[in-house]
T-cell receptor
Framework: KAGVTQTPRYLIKTRGQQVTLSCSPI?????VSWYQQTPGQGLQFLFE???????NKGNFPGRFSGRQFSNSRSEMNVSTLELGDSALYLC????????????FGSGTRLTVV | AQSVAQPEDQVNVAEGNPLTVKCTYS??????LFWYVQYPNRGLQFLLK??????LVKGSYGFEAEFNKSQTSFHLKKPSALVSDSALYFC?????????????FGKGTTLSVSS
């Protein structure tokens, strides 16, 4: 059974540019969550999508956005990149219930120069 | 608001010795609690979870965790550490009384097992 797939694995962008990251969840998983991981702040919740609807959102500026498609695949977009956006972006999928743990992808390492 | 604390940035143990990685939480009611492990340049891997029932939960790779409601703790343990257990460990909590709430993670504890 395929795991959570995130593309690309590595990305280098320049300040001011925008970027789109992709996440394909495990087949049958309808919930997709995104996290930003940095050495200083740890794992910070960005947003969660379920059935194409954003169900929950973390405390990030509006430059960070996402969406989910009918096949549960999700994308997140960061506009007007800043140096501080350099991080590992992790996607996780889960079944519907709150008791379910997440299955994480390997992440996308974004470097903003 | 729900929160998780991992009071130790790093835990050092010798191979073969027992290990404990500490976690305390703040959630109203009975929380859902999780432990994850992260190896370098990888995503997080699920180790175990506590939802309800027996306070001692067994998980992957010989790990277990004990839920203590009075101390609001969920410490991760292993009777005999392996060098291959060296990794970054995260405790996480979810409030079961609010549908759709996110899994909130602690800052992580680096476990270093020496041979």
């Amino acid at each position: 059974k395929a795991g959570v797939t995130q593309t690309p694995r590595y990305l280098i962008k320049t300040r001011g540019q925008q970027v789109t990251l992709s996440c394909s969840p495990i087949s049958g998983h309808r919930s997709v969550s995104w996290y930003q991981q940095t050495p200083g702040q740890g794992l910070q919740f960005l947003f969660e999508y379920f059935s194409e609807t954003q169900r929950n959102k973390g405390n990030f500026p509006g430059r960070f956005s996402g969406r989910q498609f009918s096949n549960s695949r999700s994308e997140m977009n960061v506009s007007t990149l800043e140096l501080g956006d350099s991080a590992l972006y992790l996607c996780a999928s889960s079944l519907v219930g709150e008791t379910d743990g997440y299955t994480f992808g390997s992440g996308t390492r974004l470097t903003v120069v | 608001a729900q929160s998780v604390a991992q009071p130790e940035d790093q835990v050092n143990v010798a191979e073969g010795n027992p290990l404990t990685v500490k976690c305390t939480y703040s959630v109203s009611g009975n929380p859902y609690l999780f432990w994850y492990v992260q190896y370098p340049n990888r995503g997080l891997q699920f180790l175990l979870k506590y939802i309800t029932g027996d306070n001692l939960v067994k998980g992957s790779y010989g790990f277990e965790a004990e839920f203590n409601k009075s101390q609001t703790s969920f410490h991760l343990k292993k009777p005999s550490a392996l060098v291959s257990d060296s990794a970054l460990y995260f405790c996480a909590v979810r409030d079961p009384y609010q549908a759709g709430t996110a899994l909130i993670f602690g800052k992580g504890t680096t476990l270093s097992v020496s041979s």
